[in-house]
């Protein structure tokens, strides 16, 4: 299987829901375990879907199983908390509550409406927070933006990630597609095995920019 940037993801009915942002990889094990589906049409925010919600993918399609009546039940990619400060200034991740329960006392984006009551409730301070973030994923994998740069490993930009394919039995990534190049664009496929790291906005390779210059170019998938 495999996995195009901007790729549209629809439901089995054919519902638009959204389109592919990231692939969420595991960088030692090469195993991808959800997408990560940019927020549109049925979404309300950004999604994660795991692999086994997919029913096939396409050159421009991903297609979900037929499995939810609301497909907006995915859980979020990120979850907002505001978290108490105590009174030697420190916080408790533990203490975490989410945004919807602090919402009482939390700024409207409207109004500051603790400076509006500090004129009823003298002495009134606007609560202490701290604002953390919370991916829906599992821990110790990479949420790869598909677009990502691709660095050899003398430091040079050799592409961009464009396309993500997988085992089909096992989900491991076995290969990237990257292009480089804006109006005259050029293809190389990469193994996973050639993949040193990987973080969110690059990956970096084993090899060389001169080796992958002479990789043979993969045909446009245009």
Not at 53 to 78: N, W
Not at 145 to 164: F, L, M, P, T
Request: aromatic share 10%; charged share 30%.
């Amino acid at each position: 299987m495999f996995y195009a940037e901007n790729a549209e993801v629809l439901t089995s009915d054919g519902q638009k829901v959204g389109r592919l942002d990231r692939v969420v990889v595991d960088p030692d094990s090469k195993k991808m375990t959800h997408l990560v589906v940019r927020k549109g049409f049925l979404f309300t925010k950004d999604k994660v879907v795991p692999l086994d919600e997919i029913e096939s993918t396409s050159e421009e399609r991903i297609v979900l199983k037929a499995q939810r009546d609301d497909p907006d039940d995915f859980p979020d990619f990120e979850e907002i908390h505001f978290v108490p400060v105590r009174d030697d200034g420190t916080s408790s991740y533990e203490d975490r509550r989410p945004a919807s329960k602090l919402a009482w006392y939390y700024p409207v984006p409207s109004a500051a409406w603790w400076r509006l009551e500090m004129g009823s409730y003298p002495g009134f301070q606007r609560p202490p927070y701290v604002r953390r973030t919370d991916r829906n994923i599992p821990e110790g994998t990479i949420p790869l933006e598909e677009g990502a740069g691709v660095i050899s490993k003398d430091g040079e930009h050799v592409g961009d990630v464009e396309r993500v394919f997988t085992d089909q039995d096992e989900q491991r990534v076995t290969h990237l597609l990257i292009s480089k190049g804006l109006i005259s664009k050029s293809w190389k496929l990469i193994p996973s095995m050639w993949i040193n790291t990987v973080s969110e906005r690059q990956v970096r390779l084993s090899i060389d920019s001169l080796f992958v210059e002479h990789l043979p170019e993969h045909p446009s998938q245009d």
